[in-house]
């Protein structure tokens, strides 16, 4: 896993930092900064403990004219500046590295909600805003921001649209990119950029906001967005579902889409290791199946009809299902209690690896056509290097997109396997992924953590196209430098 070591900052790191901070104060207050690594630890260690950095400041601002002036002083001074939203991403990008000569903008106290227009079925909100305050605020109007992740009570919308996030209802309303109407954000060199309108149609000239989502901090500060925002459903069926194996969970899929047609919201594969691992982390939950399966999936559907009616399709689906000797056994939830329980399981995942320790993840996507094919051989190649690792597989089959993280055996440390394993079990995965005309990160983006990999998968034309619209917008490669890019010489 690469770490990040820069050279030694030009001045003595005291009194650069002074200088720093008393500008910093003077333009967000001297209660809005922080400095020294105790006060500034969770903010420049990422969520996962892997990536441990350094900050001469960590400032928060709560204006857009203040990230303004942050950056011009920033750009003035040759400073790197690295933007925070919820600091839950997973791949180092969030973090300064070790040098100690970054400023860490936090986004966090710019968290309101600006608007909510229900003709428009649009919200404009400020960076800051956390993705549970967002689909809150649409809730208490009768709509739906539709963006679901496991993260949603830190991660926050500016960061949300910095790595295109994607989650569990991409197969219905699409990730980010396919959320946002209008994005406000802060160049490098302090200029605001603003495109804060409502408009579905809009076709004059470069579609400049879309160049923010997804280029992780890299491009200019998102500092508030104009998001979409849906009809609530209001009925709601889900389904735990064992399949015979994953190219059996792809044929379902099929039949669910044939019956269920737009209601199908949600389609998560999850392998039986990844459900004992998360039961296990749990500890109050049983499976929701009375016997053991090698592979399941959550199934949820929504419409604006009745319950009554999209259970009925759900049970279409299931019965077709076991015609055709594709589904083993199902638990339908017969209440909201049952579904937010599935659900749970499913959210609860990820922090079960975390807590665990020892997780190499593959945040893969190839064709739906070929991602039954791409597990066997993916599966079929770890294992033959590390017999004891934890098949956890799982995540939004219905995108051609599974969370393809081999764990660590029970009787081995993290940091023994993945110092044996991490490089060549990655590299193995990325490597069948790439073959299958697949990418090596369909929604964590790239961070530091696959920064040096993309050089193998990006064609040479990709990556020097990227980095000439980085030099076009940052040409002091000051926001979040060494971060996603990998060098080219
Ligand atoms: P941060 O971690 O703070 O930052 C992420 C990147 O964006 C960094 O490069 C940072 O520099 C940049 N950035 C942050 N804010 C801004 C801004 N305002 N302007 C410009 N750049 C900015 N991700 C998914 O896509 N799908 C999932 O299903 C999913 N599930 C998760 C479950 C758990 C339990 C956890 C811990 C994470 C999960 N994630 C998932 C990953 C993560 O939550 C997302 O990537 C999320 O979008 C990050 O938002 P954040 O505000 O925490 O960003
Ligand atoms: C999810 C979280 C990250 C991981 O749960 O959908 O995106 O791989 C993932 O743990
Ligand atoms: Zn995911």
Redesign the pocket.
């Known amino acids: 896993m690469p770490t990040d070591s820069h050279t030694a900052p030009a001045t003595s790191p005291t009194s650069a930092t002074n200088a720093t901070l008393a500008a910093m104060q003077a333009i967000v207050g001297a209660g809005a900064c922080l400095s020294g690594d105790a006060d500034t630890e969770s903010y420049v260690t990422d969520?996962r403990r892997i990536y441990r950095g350094k900050a001469q400041v960590v400032v928060m601002p709560s204006t857009t004219e203040q990230v303004s002036q942050v950056m011009a002083w920033c750009h003035a001074h040759d400073v790197p500046v690295?933007?925070?939203?919820?600091?839950?991403?997973?791949m180092g990008?969030?973090v300064p590295d070790d040098s100690g000569t970054a400023v860490l903008l936090s986004?966090g106290r710019m968290n309101r909600v600006l608007a909510v227009d229900t003709i428009n079925d649009t919200m404009t909100v400020q960076?800051g805003v956390t993705l549970n305050a967002a689909r809150t605020a649409a809730e208490q109007e009768q709509r739906l921001f539709a963006l679901r992740?496991?993260?949603e009570g830190?991660?926050?919308i500016?960061?949300?649209l910095?790595?295109n996030?994607?989650?569990?209802a991409v197969l219905r309303y699409g990730n980010m990119r396919d959320l946002v109407l209008g994005i406000e954000?802060v160049l490098p060199d302090g200029r605001i950029y603003s495109s804060l309108r409502g408009l579905r149609k809009d076709n004059t000239g470069y579609d400049l906001k879309q160049l923010f989502v997804g280029s992780?901090?890299t491009l200019?500060?998102?500092?508030a967005a104009v998001l979409k925002l849906m009809p609530q459903p209001r009925a709601n069926a889900v389904a735990f579902v064992a399949v015979q194996s994953p190219e059996a969970a792809v044929r379902l899929l099929g039949v669910a889409k044939q019956h269920g047609g737009q209601a199908v919201t949600a389609f998560e594969l999850i392998s039986a290791p990844a459900l004992e691992l998360v039961l296990e982390y749990l500890g109050d939950v049983t499976s929701p199946l009375p016997a053991r399966h090698d592979w399941m999936v959550l199934i949820e559907l929504t419409s604006g009809g009745s319950d009554e009616s999209l259970n009925a399709t759900l049970m279409e689906i299931l019965e077709a299902g076991l015609a055709q000797e594709l589904v083993l056994d199902a638990a339908v939830a017969a209440s909201l209690a049952d579904a937010q329980r599935f659900w749970r399981i499913r959210e609860e995942i990820?922090?079960a690896q975390t807590r665990t320790g020892g997780s190499i993840k593959c945040d893969v996507s190839v064709p739906l056509s070929r991602i039954a094919a791409f597990i066997g051989d993916a599966s079929a190649k770890v294992l033959a290097l590390e017999p004891a690792a934890r098949m956890v597989i799982y995540g939004h089959m219905g995108d051609g997109n599974v969370h393809f993280n081999p764990l660590r055996p029970k009787d081995r440390s993290a940091a023994d396997f993945l110092g044996q394993w991490y490089a060549p079990i990655s590299e193995a995965v990325d490597t069948l992924a790439h073959a299958e005309n697949g990418s090596i990160s369909a929604?964590?983006?790239i961070?530091v953590a696959k920064r040096d990999d993309l050089k193998r998968y990006k064609s040479p034309v990709e990556l020097e196209l990227m980095w000439q619209v980085k030099r076009a917008l940052d040409p002091k490669n000051l926001l979040?430098p060494a971060?996603m890019l990998p060098r080219l010489d």
């Open positions: 969520y690295v933007p925070q939203g919820g600091n839950t991403s997973l990008g969030a986004l960076a992740i496991g993260s830190s991660c926050q500016g960061g949300n910095a790595t996030a994607g989650g569990t954000a992780e901090g200019g500060i998102i500092t990820s922090d929604e964590h983006g961070g979040n971060k």
